[in-house]
């Protein structure tokens, strides 16, 4: 079975600057995606970045972007220039690349507050 | 374009008493996955419906249990609940043939007194 952990449950950091969000997954499959999720007060869960396994490229989203090291099984989200609307939960999730009905599976999150 | 959406928003219910949650998918999704997410913790997946049928399932009782209708909107419905049961309860709706289809709806918030 798939694992997710996310080993920061919480976060802060001074508006305008970078911050790092951990997170590492196990899994035997080879073909996989992996997700971060932003989840404000709102509760709506906001796709923030995915990224192929496949593609040794690291994906690239604005102010988002994330560090994959396939090898070490490793995905941490990097927001540059960090704005109080970044400040909620952040989720990493994991997801067979296979479709169906495989479901997506989560870590408990962290907690990122941005600050003034 | 109508994302996913969910009612009601918030409920309080006693113990024992049974609760119905409603999901309606985003257009052109045919597939509704429900998760339970308790204070501070990440969702934890409870089943899948394609079809009209139950796909997949995660590990909770029986007492948590589902349907999909014809036009692809679902219930997930809990019996003789538990203080436990008290958790944001989320849908996703994606398409079974588009990989990472994913889209959330806000969740029911169910406290159970």
């Known amino acids: 079975a798939q694992t997710v952990t996310q080993s920061q449950p919480e976060m802060s950091v001074q508006e305008a600057e970078t911050v790092t969000l951990s997170c590492t997954y196990d899994t035997s499959e080879n073909n996989y995606y992996l997700f971060w999720y932003k989840q404000p007060p709102s509760r709506q869960m906001i796709l923030v970045i995915r990224q192929e396994a496949y593609k040794q490229q690291n994906a690239t989203e604005n102010r988002f972007s994330v560090n994959f090291q396939k090898a070490a099984k490793s995905f941490s989200l990097k927001i540059s220039d960090s704005q109080l609307g970044d400040t909620a939960m952040y989720f990493c999730a994991f997801f067979p690349q296979e479709t169906g009905n495989t479901p997506l599976v989560f870590g408990k999150g962290t907690r990122l507050s941005v600050i003034a | 374009d109508a994302g996913v959406t969910q009612s009601p928003t918030h409920l309080i219910k006693t113990r024992g008493q049974q609760v119905t949650l409603r999901c309606s998918p985003k257009?052109?999704?045919?597939?509704v996955s429900w998760y339970q997410q308790a204070l501070g913790q990440g969702p934890q997946f409870i089943f899948q419906y394609y079809e009209e049928e139950e796909r997949q399932r995660g590990n909770f009782p029986d007492r948590f249990s589902g349907h999909q209708f014809p036009n692809y909107s679902s219930e997930l419905n809990v019996n003789a609940l538990l203080l436990g049961d008290s958790a944001l309860y989320l849908c996703a709706s994606s398409h079974l043939r588009t990989v990472s289809g994913y889209t959330f709806g806000s969740g029911t918030r169910l406290t159970v007194v």
């Open positions: 257009s052109g999704h045919d597939t």
